[in-house]
Each structure stands twice: as C-alpha cells, then as structure tokens.
C-alpha cells in the first residue's frame, strides 16, 4: 500500500517534518505501508499529490488547508458540462472525490470535530490502513471554489442587505437588514456568537440556510430588539449582496461583493475514518 502525507507549506519546502508527520509516518511503515512526505507549496504540488493515486493524509492546523486540496481534485475531476459522463448521478457535477485522512498540526481544524473523524496520528494512520471510507457533503460554487464546513456572510454590529433565495424561497428580498446568514454543512456553522442558527447534517443531501434578521419593538419606555431566524434546507442557494460585506469560508476571509451561489454535491467527499465508526 503507497500512502502520501501531504503537508501545505508557505515558501520553499524543505523544512523538517513535523512531529505528528513523523508519528504518523512511523505508524504507517509499521503498518506495512509505503509512505511519501511531500510538501506542496503551490496549486501544481498539490495536484501532483491528488494525481498519485496513493491513499492521501492531508497534515493541517486549518479547514481551509483541506478545502485547498478538495478544490485541485473538483478542479481536476469535474467533467465539462458538455462531456458529462452517463454515469454521473443527476444531482452531482462532480464524480467521488478520492478519500483523505486529516492529520492535525500544532492546530485542529474544525472538520476533526464535526465530521467526526480521528486526530491522533496513531489513530489517522490506523484509519488509513484500514481503508473504511465515510462518504459526506460538499458545497460548490460559482467562483470555482469548495465548501466542507460552511459560511457566514455578515455579522458583528454591521447589518447589511441583500437578495437570499434557496432553490424557490426567498428568505430575504434585500429590503431589511441581515444581521448574518450561513449556509452550512457541517456544524461548525451552526451556532453563530450564542445563536442557534441551525444544524447541519454533512451527509443528508441537503445544504442548510439561516438568516437572522433584527426587529426592533417600540414599547412606550423603551425600544426591545429581537432577533428572527429563518432556516431551510435545500439544493442550492444564491446570495446577491447589494454592497461589498465580509465573509467567512472554511474560515478564509474575504469581501463579497457580487451575486454568489453554491449548490450541493451530495457525498462527494470521502474521508478514512476507523473501522468501529
């Protein structure tokens, strides 16, 4: 069995591996296991690793290091619209992603936790050489990019407007203020500062929307502000802010300034996890 420990580096490689690659390492040679460490540092590095076909550990402190290389393997498997194979199941555009195991670094990505997978290297590599593979969620969208987790698109003290439809309900027609919205799939995003957004399954099929939006009571002493949480689930979900407003993606910040949409590509991806799971 070849197996890559895949580590995602900024500037040129060559640093020492760190302690759980080589924990992990160790476990799979005494496992039997042929293993690779490469450190990518570029989109090309990570193709290469995708393009192995080995079994793939992914070494990372964040969700966004996994979605990167999520992203090469769409990037590199999703057939073109006109050659769209017969095979493909109706509600995908993409074919099953190769599985990954997640090796935490001095950090632990989120995914660890909501998708339940293991976080020791032992136990990574047991998962590895055992060779089960649990099947979830993944969100795409028409920036060219992936979502494992989730997104928040606002939030703080700053509301903005906008257009938030899923599939055929529109859950805000941009004529009130949006404290946040999530689109999630695993349930990091489910709760945003104390507020119970929603909950998310990563492998129903289905994306989860919430909106919260402000209503302010006007009482004869005072004025009382709520806060109203429209959920639903669904396909997919089109966003169109009407200004530039922050948001949070596998937890990389940008701005979002333009019409958005992402659609869900049921069981997608795959990851080892242990036999007893």
């Keep these: 069995m070849d197996v890559t420990v895949l580590s995602l580096v900024n500037g040129a490689p ?10 992990c390492a160790d476990a799979l040679r005494a496992g039997g296991a042929t293993v690779e460490l490469v450190d990518a540092v570029d989109d090309a590095g990570i193709d290469a690793a995708v393009a192995s076909g080995t079994r793939l550990v992914v070494a990372a402190d964040t969700d966004s290091q996994v979605r990167a290389v999520l992203r090469r393997a769409v990037r590199r498997l999703a057939p073109p619209p006109s050659s769209r194979p017969d095979d493909l199941p109706g509600d995908r555009t993409v074919p099953d992603l190769p599985p990954l ?59 903005w407007r906008g257009q938030i439809a899923l599939d055929d309900l529109v859950l805000s027609d941009g004529s009130e203020p949006v404290i946040t919205c999530v689109v999630a799939n ?20 289905r994306l989860d929307v919430a909106v ?55 069981a997608a991806a795959g990851w080892y996890v242990p036999d007893s799971a």
């Design 14 to 23: 060559g640093c020492a591996p760190r302690t759980p690659v080589l924990a």
């Design 186 to 205: 695993a349930g990091g995003y489910g709760r945003i500062d104390g507020l119970g957004m929603c909950e998310p399954d990563p492998a129903d099929g």
């Design 101 to 159: 195991a997640v090796l935490p670094l001095a950090q632990r990505p989120d995914l660890i936790r909501d998708l339940d997978l293991p976080a020791e290297p032992t136990a990574v590599a047991a998962a590895v050489l055992g060779g089960r593979v649990r099947r979830t969620d993944l969100l795409r969208h028409d920036g060219g990019g992936v979502t494992v987790n989730g997104v928040r698109i606002g939030g703080g003290d700053r509301p």
């Design 212 to 266: 919260a939006v402000p209503f302010v009571h006007r009482g004869l002493v005072k004025r009382r502000t709520r806060v109203e949480v429209r959920r639903a689930r669904g396909r997919a979900v089109a966003i169109t802010p009407m200004a530039e407003v922050p948001h949070l993606d596998d937890g990389t910040v940008s701005d979002l300034n333009r019409k958005r949409t992402w659609w869900m590509e049921r």
